[in-house]
């Protein structure tokens, strides 16, 4: 049982360039968070999946897309990176509004 | 709004001295309320929830946190901290049906030998 997953650790971008962070959860949870840290701004949520086949805007959207592939995978695109989205990036999930979401270890993105 | 204040951007104690981590929160709804903590390059760690009942509530590695609606606080005590603890704590707050999390800016803690 491996909680939360993400791909990749580390990546450095080039401004411009596009890539995709990947999130995989084995706990058979209908939700799924994704969220950026920066220093002294805690975690701001960016988008998130309710249940599979559903996606919402969150606090910091611009600049994403997302995708719930299924009820395990929840994807993070960013299409044209910017130095402001230079930031750790973390995958959540859990099963509803009562139970505290489970975090993925982190990607850590850099763009030059 | 609803927002979550960590007041105390930075933490110092000596080891083996009590620890008191504030949280006050802004929410609409009824509130659920989460500490969660945070090790060096770490993902977050729950150390604790409230949802309801006692006010009181006891999490992992000798942490409790008591939450006083009166006063919008969620703060997260340890009688006697370890070396160990340092590390980064975060509150959250949530509980409407969008099941998201909002989150303090959190508090980093410093142990002194």
């Known amino acids: 049982n491996a909680g939360v997953t993400q791909t990749p650790k580390f990546q450095v971008l080039k401004t411009g360039q596009s890539m995709t962070l990947q999130c995989a959860q084995d706990m058979n949870h209908n939700s799924m968070y994704w969220y950026r840290q920066d220093p002294g701004m805690g975690l701001r949520l960016i988008y998130y999946?309710?249940?599979?086949?559903?996606?919402d805007k969150g606090e910091v959207p611009n600049g994403y897309n997302v995708s719930r592939l299924n009820k395990r995978e929840f994807s993070l695109r960013l299409e044209s990176a910017a130095p402001s989205q230079t930031s750790v990036y973390f995958c959540?999930?859990?099963?509803?509004?009562?139970?505290?979401?489970?975090f993925g270890p982190g990607t850590r993105l850099t763009v030059t | 709004a609803q927002s979550v204040t960590q007041p105390d951007i930075h933490i110092t104690v000596s080891e083996g001295a009590s620890l008191e981590l504030r949280c006050n929160y802004s929410?609409?709804?009824?509130?659920?309320l989460f500490w969660y903590v945070q090790s060096p390059g770490q993902g977050l760690q729950l150390l604790l929830k409230?949802?309801?009942?006692?006010?009181l509530v006891q999490g992992i590695k000798g942490f409790e946190a008591e939450f006083k609606r009166s006063q919008s606080s969620f703060n997260l005590r340890k009688p006697s901290v370890h070396w160990s603890d340092a590390a980064e704590y975060f509150c959250a707050v949530g509980g409407d049906s969008s099941y998201k999390l909002i989150f303090g800016s959190g508090t980093r803690l410093l142990v002194r030998p």
């Open positions: 409230y949802f309801s009942g006692d006010t």
């Open positions: 959540a999930s859990n099963t509803g509004v009562e139970a505290e979401q489970y």
């Open positions: 999946s309710a249940s599979e086949g559903t996606t």
């Open positions: 929410y609409g709804a009824t509130p659920y």
